[in-house]
């Protein structure tokens, strides 16, 4: 019998030959994984993370050299030593320095020369050629039941000057002529969630930190909205930089 769709069939043993696993839900609009298939792209991603680790072994690129890395803290903290991995795995000559730095000044370093490859976060487009990677909606979270947004002027937990995130909420309330002061800073987004579980500030963050217990601070609160952020990669056309830069192109769904 063929299996039903979103299903997958996998051999278990002689007494129960055919085991029916289903991996997707379907419906008109969406598709996602289920627990199962969660669990089966996991062992596929690491059988591929092997396979690469072995032909590199044996067919490695011959690519070396010094490849330098300017990013801000949350994506050196994220993205970066998944980049990392992926390269040394491809391209396993390679020498990688990591600078991590408000999104500001990686983008200084990159026009100065002092990065071939530079990761950053920005809510406006950057003043040099750099590819749009990913985005997502800015939002203004707080604590789940959290009083901080009742406080005038309102608090607010940021990151260091020089981020993206912090100069487009600092901005917008400007605009919006709403009084506000820095209760709590950090260099990165993990800091700024645990001032907002302590009920200490609201955060201008991602929408995907919003979890059981952080929320989107309610429309009638009447904050400004925020727009998008964009996580940006520029290359200064070096050999070594143009290596990762492929690789996230081929790659770029299993590595953010």
Same mark, same amino acid.
């Given at each position: ?6 299903? =997958?069939?996998?051999? /278990?043993? !002689? ?17 996602? $994984?289920? @627990?199962?298939?969660?669990? $089966?792209? *996991?062992?596929? !991603?690491?059988?591929?993370?092997? &396979? ?5 072994? =044996? ?46 000044? /990686? ?7 002092? #990065? ?11 003043? =040099?050629?750099?590819?749009? $990677? =990913? ?9 789940? *039941?959290?009083?901080? /947004? ?13 981020? #993206? ?6 901005? #917008?309330?400007?605009?919006? %002529? @709403?009084?506000? !002061?820095?209760?709590?800073? &950090? ?5 700024? /969630? ?5 009920? $200490? ?5 991602? @929408?995907?930190?919003?979890? !059981? ?23 200064? %056309? ?19």
């Amino acid at each position: 019998m063929a299996p039903k769709s979103g299903a =997958f069939a996998v051999g /278990v043993n !002689r007494r129960d030959p055919l085991l029916l696993l289903r991996l997707l839900y379907r419906d008109a609009r969406h598709v996602r $994984l289920t @627990r199962q298939g969660e669990i $089966l792209l *996991g062992f596929a !991603r690491r059988l591929v993370g092997i &396979s690469d680790e072995a032909m590199a072994a =044996f067919h490695g690129s011959s690519l070396s050299g010094c490849l330098r890395i300017a990013a801000p803290h949350d994506l050196g903290v994220s993205l970066v030593p998944k980049l990392l991995q992926r390269l040394a795995q491809t391209h396993p000559h390679i020498r990688v320095d990591v600078r991590l730095d408000a999104s500001e000044t /990686v983008q200084r370093l990159f026009m100065e020369g002092k #990065a071939n490859l530079a990761l950053f976060n920005e809510a406006n487009m950057p003043q =040099f050629q750099a590819l749009d $990677l =990913f985005s997502e909606e800015l939002v203004w979270l707080m604590y789940d *039941g959290g009083r901080a /947004v009742e406080q005038d002027p309102l608090p607010l937990a940021v990151a260091e000057v020089g981020c #993206a995130w912090r100069d487009a909420a600092l901005g #917008a309330l400007e605009k919006a %002529g @709403r009084s506000y !002061r820095v209760a709590y800073s &950090s260099d990165t987004s993990m800091g700024q /969630v645990a001032s907002l579980r302590a009920d $200490l500030a609201v955060a201008p963050l991602p @929408r995907s930190l919003v979890d !059981r217990d952080l929320v989107e601070v309610p429309e009638h609160w009447g904050l400004p909205l925020l727009g998008r952020t964009h996580v940006y990669l520029a290359d200064d %056309g070096s050999d070594t930089a143009k290596a990762l830069v492929k690789l996230i192109a081929s790659d770029l769904c299993s590595i953010v």
